[in-house]
């Protein structure tokens, strides 16, 4: 997305988000909960009375499927699979062998 775009979403999301967007180190090893709950706290106080602005390290992406497909699980791997093929900008259904 761009960053335009990166900020508009940003500013829709509730500021709880927002917030946990700066004080999350995002899949970094978390010693122990009460060090990410003091960054929060951190954050809090960092944008208190103020809009909170989107992390420059923060962005998104747009995903633009052309298939996707659903397992629904059975007995002895027998699963059934459904797959939607987008194909000249219509979503056709089918099923496929487990």
Known sequence: MSAEESDDYFASRPRGSQIG?????????????????????????????????????????????DCIEFWYGAVHRLHERVRYVLEAGEWRKGMLYP
Do not use: C, M, N
């Not at 060090?35 to 809009?51: L, S, W």
């Open 21 to 65: 967007a700066w004080a999350s180190l995002q899949s970094q090893t978390l010693a122990d909960r009460e060090t990410f709950e003091a960054r929060i706290v951190e954050v809090e106080r960092r944008f208190a009375d103020q809009p909170v602005v989107r992390p420059p390290h923060w962005g998104g992406y747009v995903v633009k499927p």
